[in-house]
Each structure stands twice: as C-alpha cells, then as structure tokens.
Antibody, heavy 118, light 108 residues
Framework: QVHLQESGPGLVKPSETLSLICTVS????????WSWIRQPPGKGLEWLGY???????HYNPSLKTRVTISMDTSKNQFSLKLSTVTAADTAVYYC????????????WGQGSLVTVSS | SYVLTQPPSVSVAPGKTAIITCGGD??????VHWYQQKPGQAPILVIY???DRPPGIPERFSGSNPGNTATLTISRVEAGDEADYYC???????????FGGGTKLTVL
C-alpha cells in the first residue's frame, strides 16, 4: 500500500519561500503522477499542481508564477516550493498520488500545516 | 477556468439517504471523483470515475453523472458518515484538477 508523508517547516515568514517535501513509500514516483493540494483553515481544497512520472509539471494558473514542483527519484520524493508567501498562504498542505488518466487523487498524505507569520 | 458548484450543506436523518450534488458546465463529459473529509483528517477518495468505489469503501456510497449534475448518494446514512464531501474533476481542456467548494453533511 502506498504511503505519503509531508515534511517541512511549520512556520514561514511573509515574503519568504515555503518548502515542503513529500516522501513516498510503497510506489515508485516514476510510475505515477503526483499532486499538491492545500486547504486554508476552515475552507475548501485547492489544487496547486502536479508533477508527472517523467518530471513534467503543470500548475494552477492562480499560483503559477510562485509555484515550483520537482522530484528527486533517488529519494523517491517530490517537493513543493511556493515563493513570496503571505498570510493568505497559511494552510494545510497535502501531497497525493494522481491517477493521470482521470485526475483522481487516490492516496493522500496526512497533511502539513504551514503558518505564514512574522 | 472550470467551476464546480456544490450545496454548502445537506442534512439527513440516520438510516435515510443523502444526495449531494455537483454542478458544472457539460459535467457529463468529465470524470467526477468524490472525497470524504472528516475533521482534522486528510480527504479520502470514496468514488472515482463517476461511479467506481475504491477498495474498502462501503457499497452504501454510490455515484452517478448522467446529465448536468453529478451526484454522490449515501444510502442508510450512519453517524460516522458526517463529514465534508468534495467533488473533483480533471478539466482536460486545461489539464487542471478542479475541486467543488465542498458540502457539509450533517447527520441529524
């Protein structure tokens, strides 16, 4: 069974870059697509982008200029970087396996709360 | 960009049937997925590709996407079904994954 685990700082200062890693076990990241999703406190889910099995990326246009997703196949990890953060970027950030042909997100990490505050 | 519309809340008595809707332009042409999220937990996939259930999801959960609105139906609702439910599609025109705003299911 695939397992995903997010890791990274829980507190980021305004204008700095948020960085999170998703470590995958039970699957090779080169076999699937992988997405990042976030959820501000008390609000709904927002898809941020995906990275394909071959390393191609696609981002939500609302964040496109600030988001970067990359992968490290040697560690079976993929990562999220969100630049120039503000308080509006405070959220629980989830990584998930993305079934490329339908876009279904079939396995999720437990989530990582990131607070943007000075 | 593609927009999915869900009712903010649905209430149902235990043992009854809950129906949660998800509207979108020509949604019939898209594969709709549904997620259940309980407080403090990550979402879990309960229906994918309009009507298929992942392993471990009870048969009480079913989905359909016959026309202008996709639906998630929960039969014989239990107290443990109380959660937020989100629909989601892959917008093939843009290659984006899009979520609905979510529906809070309350079991009376």
């Amino acid at each position: 069974q695939v397992h995903l685990q997010e890791s990274g700082p829980g507190l980021v200062k305004p204008s700095e870059t948020l960085s999170l890693i998703c470590t995958v076990s039970g699957d090779s990241i080169t076999d699937y697509f992988w997405s990042w999703i976030r959820q501000p406190p008390g609000k709904g889910l927002e898809w941020l982008g995906y990275i394909s099995d071959s390393g191609n990326t696609h981002y939500n246009p609302s964040l496109k200029t600030r988001v970067t997703i990359s992968m490290d196949t040697s560690k079976n990890q993929f990562s999220l970087k969100l630049s120039t953060v503000t308080a509006a970027d405070t959220a629980v950030y989830y990584c998930a396996r993305d079934e490329a042909e339908t876009g279904a997100l079939d396995f999720w990490g437990q989530g990582s709360l990131v607070t943007v505050s000075s | 960009s593609y927009v999915l519309t869900q009712p903010p809340s649905v209430s149902v008595a235990p043992g009854k049937t809950a129906i949660i809707t998800c509207g979108g332009d020509n949604i019939r042409s898209k594969s709709v997925h549904w997620y259940q999220q309980k407080p403090g937990q990550a979402p879990i996939l309960v229906i994918y590709y309009d009507r298929d259930r992942p392993p471990g999801i009870p048969e009480r959960f079913s989905g359909s996407n016959p026309g202008n609105t996709a639906t998630l139906t929960i039969s014989r609702v239990e107290a443990g079904d109380e959660a937020d439910y989100y629909c989601q599609v892959w917008d093939s025109d843009s290659d984006h994954r899009v979520f609905g705003g979510g529906t809070k299911l309350t079991v009376l």
